[in-house]
């Protein structure tokens, strides 16, 4: 079974704050993704990498960056938080590019920005 | 643009009776439509996806759906729900014409079930 891994469950900072949220794959999946969820919102993704040192921009990336430096692990970063950055953050990853594979998730790491 | 609808924020069945998870979906050209479910402070767990051919597709745990292209619709369905069905279900779409490079998603807001004894 592919396991995606997030680095923290619960993460509580502060306002200003340099974030890393982590998150590793196991099945040499060359898709990574992040997302934020919010209620009512559904998923909303913020960057993904389809290949190591590529990124491209999701639907919302702004106040976000991210880092992948090798192909399993895929790092997003709040460069400095706000409270509106509070939120359940999940990692995914897919195996290549041909469309019709589905995506597996980690755990989530809820985030709280105080 | 790709969109997802998921009309209800919520469904209530009785355990055994069948249970109806909806989805609309908007797409240029033909879809590659996903399930998933999330159980309280999990992720998402893929059920079932359609790609082409039967339009009944089967998943995991006893659920299927139904694509129908004419509504662009693709319904979650299980035919007798149990109380352990219950949890927060995404309906999702990608376009065949999108860009090939990341396999985006679209996600529906979600459908919280509640199964009742």
């Known amino acids: 079974d592919v396991k995606v891994t997030q680095s923290s469950r619960y993460l509580v900072k502060r306002t200003g704050e340099k974030v890393f949220l982590e998150c590793v794959q196991d099945m040499d999946h060359e898709n990574m993704f992040w997302y934020r969820q919010d209620p009512g919102l559904g998923l909303r993704l913020i960057y993904f990498s389809y290949d190591v040192k590529m990124k491209e921009k999701g639907d919302i990336p702004e106040g976000y960056s991210v880092s992948r430096e090798k192909k399993e692990r895929f790092s997003l970063i709040l460069e400095s938080a706000s409270t509106n950055q509070t939120s359940m953050y999940l990692c995914?990853?897919?195996?290549?590019?041909?469309?019709?594979?589905?995506?597996?998730f980690g755990d989530g790491t809820r985030l709280s920005i105080l | 643009a790709q969109s997802v609808a998921q009309p209800e924020d919520q469904v209530n069945v009785a355990e055994g009776n069948p249970l109806t998870v909806k989805c609309t979906y908007s797409v240029s050209g033909n879809p590659y439509l996903f399930w998933y479910v999330q159980y309280p402070n999990r992720g998402l767990q893929f059920l079932l996806k359609y790609i082409t051919g039967d339009n009944l597709v089967k998943g995991s745990y006893g659920f299927e759906a139904e694509f129908n292209k004419s509504q662009t619709s693709f319904h979650l369905k299980k035919p007798s729900a149990l109380v352990s069905d219950s949890a927060l279900y995404f309906c999702?779409?990608?376009?065949?014409?999108?860009?090939?490079?990341?396999?985006?998603?679209?996600f529906g807001g979600g459908t919280r079930v509640l199964v009742k004894p």
């Open positions: 995914a990853s897919s195996l290549s590019q041909y469309s019709n594979q589905p995506q597996h």
């Open positions: 999702a779409v990608r376009g065949r014409r999108s860009k090939a490079a990341g396999n985006k998603l679209t």
